[in-house]
């Protein structure tokens, strides 16, 4: 069975619109020494749209346009919003799924650099990459490449390279985070599933509260206690997908107050409550 038997779909659910799929048959030389496009296509998608893939010779890569994913890749769990990129080895097991109208431009490929790239990005970054609109006509470009078939291999190619390339660029110049940043979200990512607080975190950084929730804001782009939940959601979407323990235990195992301050704050920031996230996953 060829990679494209292997990666495309069938009759997949949640599908509102689609735009292809398009398929690109690269030349033999193209797939040696270039990168190469497979196929590809825009999607607006809702629930129940989920794809759950694994051992898949390929890469594969999302703009969002309009609404959101949520993802599972590499043992995490997170979201990619509006004008997001995500980078996905589908040599790894991973599932996607939207539950919202959620607008998007994907397509898979492989060839020269393909890993070596995906894996320095990944490590550098991890696999999703935000405030990325001034990439998206990429994404446009090669999907409207696809149908060329081989005439198009050298201009493919080249947008490939390009796109990967303003990834990495982006990537070197985000800012630095200071020590203290560093040191308390290594506690934070520790101890998120004890009782800690904002208190607590501002008292491990040395600095007052306001001084390091105005710090943490303005390098991180969040606010600590929105960083703490985040690591509270995405450890309770593992337990609720790789566990049979109830929503009470999960609850505890997060440090929420209560079941009930739990399920608000999971459907707050999923849209959906921890039930239906399992039902789902």
Not at 168 to 188: D, Y
Not at 216 to 244: C, G, H, Q, W
Request: hydrophobic fraction near 40%; include cysteine.
């Amino acid at each position: 069975m060829n990679i494209k038997h292997q990666g495309v779909i069938p009759f997949e659910s949640g599908i509102i619109e689609k735009h292809g799929i398009y398929f690109h048959e690269p030349s033999a030389f193209a797939m040696q020494n270039l990168f190469y496009a497979l196929f590809g296509a825009e999607y607006l998608c809702s629930y129940p749209y989920k794809v759950d893939r694994k051992n898949l010779n390929a890469f594969l890569i999302f703009f969002i346009k309009t609404g959101k994913l949520h993802f599972e890749y590499r043992g995490h769990s997170f979201e990619a919003k509006e004008n997001s990129v995500v980078l996905v080895d589908c040599n790894f097991r991973h599932s996607y799924y939207a539950s919202e109208p959620t607008r998007f431009l994907w397509f898979h490929f492989h060839g020269c650099a393909s890993s070596a790239y995906c894996e320095l990005l990944y490590k550098n970054s991890g696999c999703v990459f935000d405030n990325q609109h001034n990439i998206e006509h990429y994404f446009s470009d090669i999907l409207n490449m696809l149908p060329e078939n081989s005439l198009a291999d050298d201009k493919i190619s080249v947008a490939i390279h390009k796109l990967l390339a303003e990834l990495n660029k982006n990537n070197r110049t985000q800012a630095v985070l200071s020590p203290p940043i560093i040191k308390v979200q290594k506690f934070m990512k520790e101890h998120f599933t004890e009782n800690i607080s904002v208190e607590d975190a501002a008292r491990h950084a040395a600095l007052s509260r306001y001084h390091f929730s105005r710090q943490f804001l303005k390098e991180t782009k969040m606010t600590p206690r929105d960083y703490l939940l985040d690591l509270r959601i995405s450890y309770a979407k593992n337990l609720l997908v790789n566990s049979t323990d109830s929503i009470e235990q999960i609850a505890f195992k997060c440090s929420f107050y209560s079941s009930s301050n739990f399920i608000r704050a999971f459907k707050q920031k999923t849209g959906m409550t921890p039930n239906k996230f399992r039902n789902i996953a």
